[in-house]
């Protein structure tokens, strides 16, 4: 987009391509794009270069028998495409965060983002639970975005549970 003009209730929208069109206030939906804010580029930016060392470091610790399919795979095809980082792929098509996703609440964390969510008054523990998990899930329930992490065997899944079908 290029340019955006506006006319009372329509607007007019120019295209990178040369494209324009006329649009009534109703057609559209007008968000602001959460890359364009504070560090959110940046940040963004790191994702895309894990994912993409990632892929390569998963793409270099392939088995024997993974060598040995490619290897196959590469009679077949004599011109195969490159090793696929898929999560890579994803991240270098994404030039849009809606500003009203849990994304771009992870890349612009404001402490005014959460003022609007609250915890319910009542929450039901279907499978009982300690104190440190009805602290997880009562701040799961009170913001966007929650990681609930902890080593191996302190019941990390009961709060995830608890507030999944929920959110």
């Given at each position: 987009?290029?340019?955006?003009?506006?006319?009372?209730?329509?607007?007019?929208?120019?295209?990178?391509?040369?494209?324009d069109?006329?649009?009534?206030?109703e057609e559209?939906v007008?968000?602001?794009?959460?890359?364009?804010s504070?560090?959110?580029?940046?940040?963004f930016?790191y994702?895309?270069q894990m994912?993409e060392?990632?892929g390569r470091?998963l793409?270099?610790?392939?088995g024997?028998?993974?060598k040995?399919?490619?290897?196959?795979?590469?009679?077949e095809?004599?011109?195969?495409?490159?090793?696929?980082?898929?999560?890579q792929?994803?991240y270098d098509k994404i030039?849009f965060?809606?500003?009203?996703t849990?994304l771009?609440?992870?890349l612009?964390?404001?402490?005014?983002?959460?003022t609007?969510?609250?915890?319910p008054?009542?929450?039901?523990?279907p499978?009982g639970?300690?104190?440190?998990?009805k602290?997880?899930?009562?701040?799961?329930?009170?913001?966007?975005v929650?990681?609930?992490?902890?080593?191996?065997?302190?019941?990390?899944?009961?709060?995830?549970?608890?507030?999944?079908p929920t959110?």
């Open positions: 987009m290029t340019k955006i003009l506006r006319f009372g209730t329509w607007y007019r929208l120019f295209y990178n391509n040369g494209f069109r006329a649009y009534s206030q559209l007008i968000s602001q794009n959460a890359l364009s504070g560090n959110a580029d940046s940040c930016d994702l895309r994912a060392l990632v470091e793409n270099k610790k392939g024997e028998e993974e040995v399919e490619k290897e196959k795979e590469v009679e095809n004599p011109d195969p495409a490159e090793d696929v980082n898929i999560l792929n994803r030039n965060v809606g500003s009203d849990v771009a609440a992870y612009n964390p404001s402490p005014s983002a959460n609007g969510r609250r915890c008054k009542r929450i039901l523990f499978y639970c300690n104190r440190s998990q602290s997880a899930v009562t701040q799961a329930l009170s913001h966007q929650s990681v609930i992490q902890g080593p191996p065997g302190t019941g990390k899944p009961r709060p995830s549970s608890t507030s999944s959110c």
